[in-house]
């Protein structure tokens, strides 16, 4: 079976032609396979954030190819690629990047308003994917009155309500104490048994040393480092 996502000596660098270039992400090559739960570690800086942004197909490499289920996404038209990004990836950013003025119903309900679907297949999907987190009952408050635990759930609904094959997750602890980084990872491995692949950066060991890890991928200035079972 071919993996499910492929990096091909991928680069990424910030204002190519300054003073102040940055490459982010300095030829990294590897393979994701459905179902695999991998985490892309590194101290801040290491290029983690970059690395999820060109997988999940938010940004283009500078040079190298991203493959996403057999697909050269990185070569796509600009819409194409929305496509490929929409039906494929679930992203929770770091910091959740909610809109706190709205419901937490038409939060999680904004990914789906491309797609062509009724308004009652709409609010079916955001009734599912607001139970998976346990906040049906939160539907109709503000995001900015929930706890950053909550909003983080909500943020997970958000990224579910698509259901993609892939979920990716920037530093999904960095935010939460022990016991909601625990909770989390539970809600994770929920996830990984119905088939989900999960794609985390962190250097959170309570993460990193989790059992649902399947393959740790450690990165410095950009490069790979190494790699391993978990
Ligand atoms: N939008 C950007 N513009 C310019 N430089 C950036 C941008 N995003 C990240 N960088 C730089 O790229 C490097 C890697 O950043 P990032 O991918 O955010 O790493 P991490 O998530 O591991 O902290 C850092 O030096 C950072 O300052
Ligand atoms: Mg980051």
């Given at each position: 079976?071919?993996?499910?996502?492929?990096?091909?000596?991928?680069?990424?660098?910030?204002?190519?032609?300054?003073?102040?270039?940055?490459?982010?992400?300095?030829?990294?090559?590897?393979?994701?396979?459905?179902?695999?739960?991998?985490?892309?570690?590194?101290?801040?800086?290491?290029?983690?954030?970059?690395?999820?942004?060109?997988?999940?197909?938010?940004?283009?490499?500078?040079?190298?190819?991203?493959?996403?289920?057999?697909?050269?996404?990185?070569?796509?038209?600009?819409?194409?690629?929305?496509?490929?990004?929409?039906?494929?990836?679930?992203?929770?950013?770091?910091h959740y990047?909610?809109?706190p003025d709205?419901?937490?119903?038409?939060?999680?309900?904004?990914?789906?308003?491309?797609?062509?679907?009724?308004?009652?297949?709409?609010?079916?999907?955001?009734?599912?994917?607001?139970?998976?987190?346990?906040?049906?009952?939160?539907?109709?408050?503000?995001?900015?009155?929930?706890?950053?635990?909550?909003?983080?759930?909500?943020?997970?609904?958000?990224?579910?309500?698509?259901?993609?094959?892939?979920?990716?997750?920037?530093?999904?602890?960095?935010?939460?104490?022990?016991?909601?980084?625990?909770?989390?990872?539970?809600?994770?491995?929920?996830?990984?048994?119905?088939?989900?692949?999960?794609?985390?950066?962190?250097?959170?060991?309570?993460?990193?040393?989790?059992?649902?890890?399947?393959?740790?991928?450690?990165?410095?200035?950009?490069?790979?480092?190494?790699?391993?079972?978990?």
């Open positions: 079976m071919s993996p499910l996502i492929v990096t091909d000596d991928v680069r990424k660098t910030y204002h190519p032609n300054r003073a102040d270039a940055t490459e982010a992400v300095a030829g990294i090559s590897l393979q994701i396979d459905a179902g695999e739960v991998v985490v892309l570690k590194g101290p801040s800086g290491s290029g983690k954030t970059s690395l999820l942004s060109l997988i999940g197909c938010m940004s283009r490499p500078t040079s190298g190819r991203v493959i996403v289920a057999g697909e050269e996404v990185s070569r796509l038209p600009e819409r194409f690629l929305t496509l490929v990004r929409r039906r494929t990836f679930g992203f929770v950013f770091q990047q909610l809109i709205l419901s937490v119903r038409d939060n999680v309900m904004l990914p789906l308003y491309p797609e062509p679907m009724s308004l009652t297949e709409m609010q079916q999907r955001v009734a599912t994917a607001l139970a998976e987190v346990e906040l049906a009952g939160f539907a109709g408050r503000r995001v900015a009155h929930l706890s950053g635990g909550q909003q983080q759930r909500v943020a997970i609904a958000r990224a579910l309500v698509n259901r993609p094959q892939v979920l990716i997750a920037d530093e999904p602890t960095a935010h939460l104490d022990s016991r909601l980084s625990i909770e989390l990872l539970q809600r994770f491995e929920v996830l990984k048994q119905a088939g989900l692949t999960l794609i985390v950066a962190t250097h959170d060991p309570v993460v990193c040393d989790h059992p649902l890890v399947d393959r740790i991928i450690a990165l410095h200035d950009g490069r790979l480092i190494g790699e391993g079972g978990a």
